[in-house]
């Protein structure tokens, strides 16, 4: 049975949620009802979205008292004013909603003594919560007085840019909340954004940098510029991002120095150790072939192959739980040579619209298969830099030696580019150019008949 989803006997379906004890007073409810419909297919449509609601309402309410925080009461009302149908940001759609908003502030404020020169409550007597919600009953949301503290950017952010894959949201909630607490600890307590300063940004910069290398701090300090980017896009707030254009020392490493192309005689070693393991040689075959991410082949399904077409090729796109970071990523990638023939190999043995190799395709496979990998690479080659990644690097050392030009390269390997920012609003690369391209590369494959 799903969770809170009860059958009544008029054979109806209804989501039944106890509130838990502590926010029974802010929610002014002991239990959250609503039918769902009177078939299962009807509520199990009905049910996700009324759930992840009520998540969130459970989530953004505190419990009420006098202390409690004022833009968590403002999230807290707002989730009311949703599941009641109220209108946000006014004091009523039509007279009959304002006639009755207004009867229900007066029954709150009746709850409060009168002062008798002005026959109403006194403000101060009211408290925060009932202040708030009498405020948002008359004016409409806006006009409770609010700041966005740190701790509650960074959850506004996680349910925003929630990871729809269970294993990479673990990781996001994980990475981010480190990011948090390292700026907590800067910022001593959880202050409103509008009291981060720059000052605070150099200091968590510098803590950091005692830490870890230059390019991880980089990557640290650009989760918080997120959860500040969106807060004050989404919160309309009238402040700089104090994390934009920060200043790092330079890496030790320059950037293209992290990863190094492997020599032509480990790759055809690869190949061949990689013989007793079909799956595994084909992974590396069509990376080898088109210079795309492990995970962007990891993840491919069989409709993501296209081998009827004029020119057959792959496509990397957002599937399901399987994202994709970049619009640059999202592509096309021609099949040719052993490529072709090992994606035609696999068409014929995946079942239909199944992954391609179920065995590494969930992304908590992932590492699975980069160890394994690794495992067998390093019987080969002992440097460090010597990766599965390598072979993007040898795609794009190919390329540039083939003298495809820059615009191919980018589109063939998934990269944006900051020159050409424009070239979006252009023709992009064709397949046949891409196809090209890749025709003009010798691989320098092993026998291995």
Same mark, same amino acid.
């Given at each position: ?191 409103? !954004? ?145 490529? !072709? ?6 068409? !014929? ?23 394994? /990998? ?74 291995? /008949?």
């Amino acid at each position: 049975m799903v969770k809170h989803l009860r059958i009544e006997k008029n054979g109806t379906y209804k989501y039944l949620r106890r509130v838990p004890e502590r926010l029974r007073s802010a929610l002014g409810k002991s239990e959250i009802v609503k039918v769902l419909g009177r078939s299962e297919p009807e509520a199990m449509r009905n049910y996700l979205p009324f759930h992840d609601h009520v998540e969130h309402l459970l989530r953004s309410t505190k419990p009420s008292s006098a202390s409690s925080d004022l833009w968590s009461l403002k999230s807290s009302i707002e989730a009311q004013f949703i599941e009641a149908g109220l209108d946000l940001h006014s004091k009523g759609r039509s007279s009959d909603e304002e006639l009755a908003r207004s009867e229900q502030a007066d029954v709150i404020l009746s709850r409060y003594p009168t002062d008798p020169s002005t026959g109403q409550a006194s403000p101060e007597d009211v408290s925060e919560v009932d202040s708030a919600t009498v405020t948002a009953l008359l004016n409409g949301i806006q006009s409770i007085k609010a700041e966005l503290t740190v701790s509650q950017a960074f959850a506004f952010y996680l349910y925003e840019k929630q990871e729809p894959d269970p294993y990479k949201r673990k990781k996001q909630l994980q990475r981010f909340g480190r990011a948090e607490r390292n700026l907590l600890n800067v910022t001593k307590h959880d202050v409103a !954004l509008t009291k981060v300063s720059r000052a605070h940004a150099r200091t968590l910069r510098d803590n950091l940098l005692r830490q870890m290398a230059s390019s991880s701090v980089k990557r640290n300090i650009n989760d918080v510029k997120a959860v500040f980017s969106l807060a004050i896009e989404e919160h309309d707030l009238n402040i700089n991002n104090p994390f934009n254009k920060l200043r790092y020392p330079k890496p030790d490493d320059a950037a293209i120095d992290l990863r190094h192309p492997l020599p032509v005689k480990v790759i055809q070693a690869m190949y061949r150790d990689l013989e007793n393991n079909r799956t595994l040689q084909d992974i590396w075959t069509l990376i080898h072939h088109s210079g795309a991410r492990s995970a962007e082949v990891l993840g491919l399904t069989l409709d993501d192959l296209f081998l009827d077409e004029t020119i057959p090729y792959f496509e990397i796109k957002p599937q399901g739980l399987r994202s994709v970071k970049d619009r640059s990523r999202i592509r096309k990638v021609p099949l040719i040579g052993r490529a !072709l023939v090992v994606a035609r190999r696999l068409k !014929l043995s995946t079942s239909e619209t199944s992954a391609i190799f179920p065995q590494y395709a969930e992304s908590s496979r992932h590492d699975n298969f980069s160890q394994v /990998t690794r495992r067998r690479l390093r019987k080969y080659t002992d440097n460090p830099k010597h990766v599965v990644y390598s072979l993007r690097h040898n795609m794009k050392d190919a390329l540039r030696a083939a003298g495809v030009g820059e615009r191919v390269e980018l589109a063939l390997l998934g990269h944006s580019s900051e020159k050409s920012a424009s070239s979006q609003y252009g023709s992009g690369v064709g397949l046949e150019e891409l196809r090209d391209a890749l025709l003009k590369i010798d691989f320098k494959l092993p026998d291995l /008949t």
